[in-house]
């Protein structure tokens, strides 16, 4: 991709394929390992040398922002996730959003509450309004522990979760676990693209 590629026009199938190439060589692991969940698995995806990278960030930044716009036409309020894996995520989908006409401000969801000052669990509510619909953002989906944790605490603070966005759904009950918490899980690759070999 051109380093001077900024427009705004999008080719869906071609970033996306370039975005799989990028994490499966980046971020994409085979072998023996243990998930945060305690899981074993015989893959293992590290996405913050995509998320870090600035090609994995404008891409992921671009796709996601075209995923929301075609599942939200009438517009979403903010984007962010539990940190630290949604961190980088949300700054670009925001960023590519703004460059849309687009204003998604982004948050961060902290794991504990702040230890001083505000004590409080979501940064960047300044530019929150009471009640807004966000998105909740994921590097990595497994079975949806992180992501509803997130989820808890938005609407604790008073705001709404309309869906969870995810780079990589592992395939492992993530869309299960947000059904029930009513909020529809969507994603930008799955673990199913990444294993297979591609064109």
Not at 8 to 22: G, N, P, Q, V
Not at 83 to 112: C, H
Not at 134 to 157: F, P, Q
Request: with cysteine; proline share 4%; hydrophobic share 40%.
């Amino acid at each position: 991709m051109s380093k001077a590629d900024f427009s705004t026009s999008i080719d869906i199938a071609t970033e996306t394929e370039r975005l799989r190439t990028l994490i499966r060589e980046r971020s994409y692991r085979e072998g023996d390992f243990t998930l945060a969940s305690g899981k074993k698995s015989k893959f293992y995806i590290d996405m913050k040398a995509t998320t870090l990278a600035p090609e994995g960030a404008f891409l992921i930044g671009r796709l996601a922002c075209a995923l929301i716009r075609l599942k939200f036409p009438n517009g979403v309020d903010a984007v962010g996730g539990l940190t630290m894996g949604a961190d980088p995520i949300a700054t670009s989908v925001s960023l590519a959003a703004y460059a849309q006409g687009e204003n998604w401000p982004a948050f961060i969801v902290r794991k504990e509450a702040k230890g001083h000052g505000t004590g409080r669990y979501v940064e960047g509510r300044e530019n929150l309004k009471p009640g807004a619909k966000v998105i909740v953002l994921e590097d990595v989906v497994t079975t949806g522990g992180s992501s509803l944790k997130a989820i808890e605490r938005l609407r604790a603070e008073g705001y709404e979760p309309v869906a969870v966005l995810t780079v990589v759904d592992r395939e492992e009950g993530g869309a299960a676990c947000f059904s029930g918490a009513g909020v529809p899980l969507y994603s930008l690759l799955t673990i199913s693209d990444l294993r297979s070999s591609g064109s």
